[in-house]
């Protein structure tokens, strides 16, 4: 059964429609005590004049803006720091409780959080595409495969530890 | 009125973007300038922000997408960048945002564009003493009269949210404008 048919009470015609004008009536009434004009003043012909002092502005611009790509720049700091941590942990074969990935990322993420970039995320979101994004968009040169043969050459000791899964 | 659309086109073609950027500061330059004095204060400090905001509007254009509005795009630029001068500002002379702001009301008083009695300038005390985004909120709503729907795409906050806020924030006005 309908709820409104239980009960025996009814309101005028029209009364749910124009409730909330009377509320906002009603709470305007009450905001008399704040006065409406803000007092702000600009100085003569201000407005008329802006557009010329914004051109003499955007003349002196530099014409290319370099803009640091922060989640690109995090991006890149986090896969540089877990490449380091797996081969310094692979190196030091240290048993400490502490683990390295933990540390160094907790730290990354407090480093971002807790430092003032002076940028919003609007104003990063404003600028930044963040589909189709690859590591070569933000490294100028691509690794080489080459180079990347001689840091494992250097860094790694064992390299039948790599290929345990192709081995066994 | 020239379209949003050709507007936006205009602005994003070479041959056409000198006029068309003239029309949209012509358009926007006012209500742009109202929002940020709101946060910053000092005419000085709109007139610098309000440039600053135009050539990041001149600079981005290509990334507007055309998602939203490209007034509420402009306005959200705006805001960000008067709150980031206000926070720029406080950083530069090692105090707190909210010192800082406290400071900017105290220079009302000797300010010459500012032309309050001592009421108004209550006002502009209250409102320094409000949350972020009430004091965003109050300052939309109450003084250059935009609807919460403008004002929801502009802070990407809910309309019942901002409802609650304006309405939280003119409490506290009131209260504060009583007491004093």
Redesign the interface.
């Known amino acids: 059964m309908n709820k409104k048919n239980k009960i025996p009470f009814k309101t005028p015609e029209g009364y749910f429609d124009s409730f909330e004008d009377k509320l906002m009536d009603k709470l305007s009434k009450t905001e008399s005590t704040i006065p409406k004009d803000s007092a702000f003043k600009v100085p003569d012909n201000y407005f008329e004049s802006f557009n010329e002092s914004l051109k003499g502005k955007l003349e002196n611009e530099p014409k290319v803006i370099s803009f640091f790509p922060i989640k690109k720049i995090i991006a890149v700091a986090a896969s540089i720091a877990a490449i380091a941590i797996i081969a310094l942990n692979y190196n030091w074969n240290s048993s400490s409780e502490l683990s390295f990935s933990d540390l160094a990322n907790t730290d990354i993420e407090a480093y971002f959080e807790n430092n003032d970039f002076e940028l919003s995320p609007y104003e990063i979101a404003e600028v930044l595409p963040v589909t189709n994004t690859e590591y070569s968009d933000f490294l100028s040169s691509p690794i080489e495969s080459d180079n990347l043969l001689d840091y494992l050459n250097e860094n790694v000791s064992d390299f039948d530890e790599l290929n345990i899964d192709y081995n066994e | 009125m020239i379209e949003e659309e050709t507007l936006v086109l205009d602005l994003k073609t070479k041959s056409k973007q000198a006029h068309a950027f003239?029309v949209l500061?012509?358009t926007y330059?006012?209500r742009l300038?109202?929002q940020i004095?709101?946060i910053v204060?000092s005419?000085d400090d709109a007139?610098d922000v309000?440039?600053n905001t135009?050539?990041k509007v001149?600079?981005?254009i290509d990334?507007f997408k055309g998602d939203s509005k490209l007034f509420s795009w402009m306005y959200?630029?705006a805001t960000?960048e008067a709150?980031?001068y206000i926070?720029?500002r406080a950083?530069l002379q090692g105090v707190s945002d909210t010192d800082y702001q406290n400071k900017l009301v105290s220079n009302l008083e000797a300010d010459v564009?500012?032309?309050?009695?001592e009421?108004?300038?209550q006002?502009?005390k209250a409102i320094a003493t409000l949350p972020e985004k009430q004091k965003l909120v109050f300052n939309m709503k109450?003084?250059q009269e935009l609807k919460y729907e403008e004002i929801s795409k502009i802070l990407d906050t809910s309309v019942g949210g901002l409802k609650a806020s304006y309405?939280l924030a003119?409490k506290k006005?009131?209260q504060y404008?009583?007491e004093d």
């Open positions: 003239e500061v012509n330059k006012e300038y109202w004095r709101s204060l005419h007139d309000l440039q135009f050539i001149y600079k981005n990334g959200r630029i960000n709150l980031n926070k720029q950083k564009y500012f032309e309050g009695d009421i108004q300038l006002l502009q109450y003084f309405h003119v006005l009131e404008l009583k």
